[in-house]
């Protein structure tokens, strides 16, 4: 069974303050996703990594895709209190499983004006 | 414009009871997925569709469980004599392609969320 494990699992900052939340496993992914959801809402989409080793930038969101494809990390510089959500990580499957997402519990980020 | 919808939105049940949710997916996405989000947590797989075809429901906890997709485009998912364990918010989303596509981006709908007194 793929694991991921995330943190930290609560993070309650000043708007302004930089922050890194943490999605690790010791699988391997295909493919690794960042999604933030709001309460009441599914899960929304932020990015997608392929490649080990990769960096994709979304304005002040920084992820990050491990060499070994097994962790990730999002950095969010100046947060605002836009950004407060739940953030999950999610691995794709590999082969013919490649459609089926694992979930980590998430980091709930609350940032206070 | 026209995301995946869900419905109810809420449903309370007694235990015991039948209940039926309802998933709209996005016009035209051929794969549709079932999650379960219990609180606390992130969501789990249940179950994926691609057109009318169940391909894969090794998620569904119990034989209490059962999902439908019988034109291809909207699914519901039935639970038979509800638990308590079964409180939960599902999660339904959709994909354009699914299989050939492992890292195309899933859309998700708002959730039911479901509470078994």
């Known amino acids: 069974t793929q694991l991921l494990e995330q943190s930290p699992q609560f993070l309650s900052i000043q708007e302004g303050e930089n922050l890194t939340v943490y999605c690790n496993s010791s699988s391997v992914f295909s493919s690794l996703q960042w999604y933030r959801q709001e309460p009441g809402e599914g899960p929304v989409l932020l990015v997608t990594v392929v490649t080990g080793g990769e960096v994709k930038k979304l304005k002040r969101l920084t992820f990050q895709f491990g060499d070994a494809r097994k962790d990730s990390s999002l950095h969010i510089t100046a947060a605002q209190p836009g950004d407060t959500g739940l953030y999950l990580c999610a691995g794709g499957g590999s082969g013919g499983s490649n459609y089926k997402l694992t979930f980590g519990k998430g980091t709930l980020l609350t940032v206070n004006p | 414009g026209a995301g995946v919808s869900q419905s109810p939105r809420y449903k309370v049940a007694k235990r015991g009871q039948d209940v039926a949710l309802r998933c709209d997916p996005i016009s035209g996405h051929v794969s549709l997925f079932w999650y379960q989000q219990a609180l606390g947590q992130g969501p789990e797989f249940l179950t994926y569709?691609?057109?009318?075809?169940?391909?894969?429901k090794s998620g569904l906890p119990s034989d209490r469980f059962f999902a439908e997709r019988p034109e291809g485009s909207v699914s519901t998912l039935k639970i038979q004599r509800t638990q308590q364990e079964d409180s939960a918010v599902y999660l339904c989303a959709s994909s354009l392609m699914g299989l050939a596509g492992g890292q195309e981006t899933q859309y998700f709908g708002p959730g039911t969320r479901l509470l078994v007194l």
């Open positions: 569709f691609q057109n009318e075809a169940q391909l894969d």
